[in-house]
């Protein structure tokens, strides 16, 4: 039987899941800002050349986004474990 985990892993774990909700606020403004880009790529053609660059940039920052948010969940899950 597993007992109560410690003060300290549980201070650990809810600063984990703060960086996390941060983490997730902002995927979300990364998602908006995205959306926004690709419409006014479509409704804008002639702005290609200056949106395009600013599109890939967010995309990159999305995917580091979200490799970061994957690595917290690993350290929270094993902080379940102590």
């Given amino acids: ?3 109560r985990i410690s ?3 549980q201070e650990q774990r809810e600063r984990l899941e703060t960086i ?3 983490l ?3 995927a979300l403004g990364l998602d908006e800002t995205i959306l926004r880009q690709k419409q006014a790529l479509r409704r804008s053609p002639n ?3 200056v949106l395009h660059p600013a599109l890939e940039r967010l995309l990159e920052i999305q995917r ?3 490799q970061a948010s994957a690595l917290m969940m690993e350290l929270w899950s094993e902080t379940r474990n102590e």
């Fill in 1 to 3: 039987m597993r007992g």
């Fill in 7 to 9: 003060d300290q892993a």
């Fill in 20 to 22: 996390q909700a941060r």
């Fill in 24 to 26: 997730l606020l902002a």
């Fill in 47 to 49: 702005l290609g050349s």
């Fill in 64 to 66: 580091e986004v979200k």
